[in-house]
C-alpha cells in the first residue's frame, strides 16, 4: 500500500492548537491520541530560515568533501623515519593540512563524558600559574557547564608563547645531544658502545623539534581560538620520547648518558681547541635542560594531556602509573619501547618539586562547596 504523505500544518498552528487544548498529563494525552487516531504531521518552518538551512547544509557538505578528499595521514610515528615499537593506531601523521582541527586519529577513540566534579577539577589545575593550560576565566566559567555549553579552549599564552615555556628547552637539549654524537662518530674518538646509554641518547637525538616547531607555528596563528583537542598533535610530539624514558632518572640515567657521550668525545681531544669548546658547550647546555625538560616540562604539561586522555581527575604523583596503557596508546609506543635499566635500579628524584605537589592540595580550596560536594 502506497505510504501517504505526511500532513503539513502552517508555521504556529500546532502551537495554538495545543494551547487551545490546555494541560494535559501524559495519560489524558494517550487516550486523546487513541481516540482521535491519525498520523503525526509536520509543521513548516519560516520559508526564509527553511533556505538558510538548506544552504548551510551544502556549504558543510562541500567542506567536508574537500577535507576528506585532501588530508591524508600515514603512521606509525613521525614520516621518514621509524620509532621502535610505534603502533599505527595511535600515533599521529604530522603532515596533514587543516591543523588546528580535531582530527579522527588525534582524539582517543571511544570517548566518554568525564564527570562534572573530574573536569571543573582538572580545568582549575590546568589554569594555575605552572601549567597555565586554561585561563582562570575558562576554568571558573566550566562551572556553569551543566547548565551553558562552555568550550574546552586553549589558554591563547600557552601557544604564543610556547617557544619559551617549552619549544626552546626542547630544542637546546636535543640539538646539544645530536651535536655529541655527531662529533663522536666525526672525531677520532673511542665510539660510544654502551647499548643502554646509545638508546637514551638516540631517543632524544631523534625527537622530532622539526615537525614540533612546524605544529607550535601553525597553531600560534589562531592561537586565540584553539580547543583543547587542537593540541593533540603537539602533545604527543612532546611526549612520546619521555614516554619511552619513562622509567628512567633523570640524573641518574638520562644525565649518566649524556656524560657518557661527553667522556668519550674528549677522549684524545686538545685542549682549547674547537672541537674541545664545542664538546663543552653541548655537553653544559644538555646537562642543564635535562632536569627541566623531564622534571618540570613533564609535570607542566600533564593537565593538557590528562585533558587529552579525557581521565578522570588525577595528581601528578599517580598519573603515568593510572593512565600509563592509554598514554601509549595515545603517543603511538608499545610496552615494549619503554627503555628500562636492566644493570642497576633506579633511585628516583622527585617527580616534581614537593611545593608544586603541595600546591595541587589547594586546588580544592579555590573551587566552590557546591562543586567538591558533586
Known sequence: MEEKPKE????????????????????????????????????????GVEQKYQNLG????????????????????????????????????????????AREDTIPQGKTSVPYRDRVKINFLAARNEHR???????????????????????????????????????NLVISVRGLLALNRKNNVKPITN?????????????????????????QRSAGNLHVE???????????????????????????????????????????????NRINNFYSVAAAEIPFVFKELRFRLYPLLLKLLNGGFCTYDYFFKRYFPQILGFVGLKAESIIADLHEPAK?????????????????????DAVLEG
Request: proline share 6%; aromatic share 6%.
Open 230 to 276: 587542537s593540541c593533540a598533535d603537539l602533545c604527543r610530539i612532546i611526549y612520546m620520547p619521555m614516554m619511552r624514558l619513562i622509567n628512567l632518572d633523570p640524573v641518574l640515567h638520562i644525565g649518566k648518558a649524556v656524560r657518557h657521550a661527553y667522556e668519550y668525545d674528549m677522549a684524545g681531544i686538545q685542549k682549547k681547541t674547537e672541537a674541545h
Open 58 to 101: 551544502e556549504s558543510a557538505r562541500r567542506k567536508t568533501d574537500h577535507f576528506t578528499k585532501k588530508v591524508s595521514f600515514t603512521g606509525p610515528g613521525v614520516p621518514g623515519r621509524e620509532v621502535p615499537g610505534a603502533s599505527g593506531k595511535s600515533s599521529a601523521a604530522y603532515s596533514g593540512s587543516g591543523r588546528g582541527l
Open 195 to 219: 647499548s643502554f646509554y646509545l638508546d637514551i641518547l638516540m631517543t632524544i637525538a631523534e625527537w622530532d623539534i622539526e615537525t614540533l616547531h612546524t605544529e607550535l607555528n601553525h597553531l
Open 8 to 47: 503539513q500544518y502552517e508555521p504556529g498552528e500546532l502551537s495554538r492548537t495545543r494551547s487551545a487544548l490546555g494541560p494535559l498529563t501524559k495519560e489524558e494525552a494517550r487516550r486523546m491520541a487513541a481516540v482521535l487516531g491519525g498520523d503525526v504531521g509536520i509543521e513548516r518552518g519560516d520559508a
Open 348 to 368: 628516583p628524584s622527585a617527580e616534581a618539586p614537593e611545593k608544586k605537589e603541595a600546591e595541587l592540595e589547594t586546588i580544592p580550596r579555590e573551587m566552590p
Open 133 to 171: 593550560i586554561k585561563t582562570k576565566g575558562a576554568a571558573f566559567l566550566s562551572l556553569f557547564s551543566l547548565i551553558l555549553p562552555v568550550k574546552d579552549k586553549i589558554n591563547p599564552a600557552f601557544i604564543e608563547e610556547g617557544d619559551i615555556l617549552f619549544f626552546k628547552h626542547i630544542e
